[in-house]
């Protein structure tokens, strides 16, 4: 089996000593540790003349975005991807149940020249770009605050790192600039696809009445709107618990509560618990959201600056990732 790893050195947990580690257990693979986006880009370059069959991406949920948007922009047939946890959030990683990186790297070596068990992800599309998720409003905040925080931890960064560092940034950063701020924004968000659908009470998949191209399903304050075609954001946080509930849609929530009444509800929001107050879903093949001041836009926990508008939508393709879960009861490591 053709197998390419790349290991991101700037990964929470990435480290000379993790590529190594992928040596001894796949000599065979192609190896790239890398620094930056840039070295990622001319590896990537290198694998078009023969793409991998399989490629193990050892880094977050932006190593993991960065990759696909590379592989998309030059060309390259999307292959099976494992996803090895090294970063802070891990949300594809926990999705999958993928193990500490060392079990599946010995996994993927039991299992012999064969493709493991796959499991297929859609992703969402913004301005050209896929993700797992994306969106806008605290959770991009929190993400720049987390990363702020860290620039300026010095030698205390290691304390700050992991869930602790991101809690540490919401109630010191994000929270009290929402206390003493304006407030939530205020957005429209219209249906520009086929017919939307939404979820009633008990869960249940409900078509909108007079929701289909043009409708406006909804209108008023947000603390966080986004797209995504996966349950979590990661560290366990199920922010799109009904996530592939519908095929071949998006699922999109908006939640217009206050920044008090989220940290007051902090734990159900964060189980994923159905109904919340204020919190408004729907499946979609695309949508647009107005917004009536600029807000932080992130895709898959990178944040790429302020927007006024986006569109999110379906992309064409789909991605499949290593089932971590089916592998493990396949072989014994």
Known sequence: MNIAVLVNLRARKGSEGMGGLVRHLLPRARVALTRSLEEAREW?????????????????????TGLLNELRSQGVALPAIGVLPLGTGNAWARVTGAPRPHVALKQIAAYGERLPPLRPFSLVRVEGRVAPFAGTGWDAEMIQDFKNQLAVAGPLKSTQAGLRGYMGAMFTRTVPRHLFGEGNPNVSVYNVGD?????????????????????????????????????????????????????HRLSVRVYGASVMEATRNMFRLWRG?????????????RVRMDFDRDVPFQMGGDVLGMRRSLEFDLAEENVQLVDWRRLRRLVEV
């Open 44 to 64: 990537v370059n290198q694998l078009r003349q023969d793409p991998p069959s399989l490629l193990l991406a050892g880094g977050g949920d932006g190593t993991i």
């Open 195 to 247: 017919s939307a659908l939404t979820v009633d009470a008990t869960g249940a998949v409900r078509p909108i009445p007079n929701g289909g191209p043009g409708a406006l399903l909804y209108q008023g304050p947000a603390g966080v709107a986004g797209a995504a075609t996966t349950t979590e954001w990661g560290f366990g946080f199920k922010a799109f618990p009904f996530a592939q509930t519908v095929p």
């Open 273 to 285: 618990e159905h109904p919340m107050p204020r919190m408004h879903d729907f499946f979609v093949e």
